[in-house]
């Protein structure tokens, strides 16, 4: 099998390369054969979120250019919880938990990894399998010998929570580095593996990992991290007000998820489509040209929104939030939105189902769906100018409601000033 020679040089013009334990070397391999290549992802959730994709993203590229990604989803570590970057205890999952999440995560990486194309398809194992068979006697006599604790509370999680006893660590989350050590000996062993990568929080246990396989087996394995990214306003990426940014639709809808991306700063975009999306470094170059014309078009943020949006929701659901953002922003008429979209609407903005026979006048329609509160206020909307249904301005305080200005059969496209907007569905 031909082995592309830009893995690596891929991932470090995408910005995925944060950290790498032998950048040279490990280069030099890349070139030279297939890798298998592993990321762990400890199920604390039925759902991953958008703090995850930087490390699937930089999996799914290394797919891309021919290697095997192994995603290891962590049944045994996630047990334990990893203490890196963390302030304070996590709580414990069931086994149970664990596997149920686990059940939620594999289709979304199915997003972005074949696990059906030849020679490097990609592997989904659980750490439980393995890790579940050692008893505390082996661990500390076979694993616990090679770690010195002078090492380990040197790291700046370890001495950040011993110093302050209201965040103060436990013996179980203090061993994490040995398991994680120990799923990388075991991956070796078993699949040839010989790259883990994760988050810059992971340097020090990917360090780590490497130096137990090499002291324990004598193989050349190397640790790449990918950075942890913060906007360029200094906030987290991936975390709104209203939490994490989930890829799950029932936690966070394909609209939403959207309007997350549409959001990113103008200073940001590059740097997010060359992270987030597979379009070429070319492609990206074109989109920023043609967004540095009009700045106020976000045809860049637009591009992004809908790309990452693809890739983890699908296509139809893309067009679909596309075409529903365009509707609110005044860019689609409502006469164009298909029966999806509209349906989609429903959980995006204000909605009402309304039982009324048609033909009725418009301020019956707008107090009775809860549009305005009362058929007074409809009156003075309207002779204000500040009522339209679907695009057209009601002029008269007296027009009537046909059927046949229903969307889709069904549906009045509200809007109320320039942005107020409600959903009627029309039962009649």
């Not at 992270?275 to 045809?299: C, Y």
């Amino acid at each position: 099998m031909h082995v592309p020679e830009n893995a690596y040089e891929t991932l470090r013009e995408r910005g995925m390369v944060e950290w790498c334990s032998a950048p040279d070397r490990l280069q030099e391999v890349m070139k030279s054969e297939m890798m298998t290549v592993y990321i762990g992802f400890d199920p604390t959730a039925d759902s991953l979120h958008v703090g995850h994709l930087i490390p699937i993203m930089a999996l799914a590229w290394i797919q891309r250019c021919g290697h095997r990604p192994v995603p290891v989803a962590g049944g045994g570590t996630g047990l334990i919880g990893d203490p890196s970057g963390k302030s304070k205890e996590r709580n414990l999952l069931t086994i149970e938990d664990a596997r149920k999440n686990m059940e939620g995560v594999k289709p979304q990486l199915a997003r972005f990894l074949d696990f059906d194309c030849g020679a490097n398809s990609a592997l989904m194992v659980n750490n439980y399998d393995w890790l579940s068979t050692f008893s505390f006697i082996d661990v500390l006599r076979d694993v616990g010998k090679h770690f010195t604790v002078n090492s380990m509370i040197a790291r700046e999680y370890v001495k950040s929570r011993l110093d302050d006893p209201d965040k103060s660590i436990s013996y179980t989350e203090f061993s994490y580095v040995l398991l994680q050590s120990m799923d990388f000996r075991h991956l070796y062993e078993t699949y040839g593996c010989r790259l883990q990568m994760g988050g810059n929080d992971q340097q020090g246990n990917l360090a780590a990992g490497v130096e137990y396989v090499r002291k324990t087996t004598g193989g050349e394995v190397f640790g790449l991290t990918q950075p942890l990214l913060l906007t360029s306003s200094g906030s987290k990426f991936g975390k709104t007000e209203s939490g994490a940014v989930w890829l799950d639709p029932r936690r966070t809808s394909p609209y939403k998820f959207y309007q997350f991306w549409i959001n990113s700063e103008d200073a940001d975009v590059e740097r997010l489509m060359k992270l987030f999306t597979f379009l070429s470094l070319g492609e990206i170059g074109e989109v920023m040209a043609a967004h540095a014309k009009d700045m106020s078009a976000r045809t860049a943020q637009r591009r992004l929104a809908r790309e990452v949006t693809a890739i983890v929701h699908g296509e139809e659901a893309a067009r679909n939030v596309v075409a529903a953002s365009d509707a609110l922003f005044g860019e689609t008429a409502p006469a164009d939105l298909s029966e999806e979209t509209l349906s989609l609407l429903k959980d995006e903005m204000p909605f009402s189902t309304l039982n009324i026979p048609l033909p009725a006048q418009v301020v019956d329609v707008l107090a009775a769906g809860g549009v305005c509160e009362s058929k007074g206020e409809a009156r003075r909307a309207i002779r204000q100018g500040g009522v339209s249904i679907n695009d057209a301005r009601v002029a008269d305080e007296a027009e009537a409601l046909s059927k046949d200005r229903l969307l889709r059969g069904q549906y009045l496209f509200v809007r109320l000033g320039k942005k107020k907007f409600h959903l009627l569905q029309i039962a009649s």
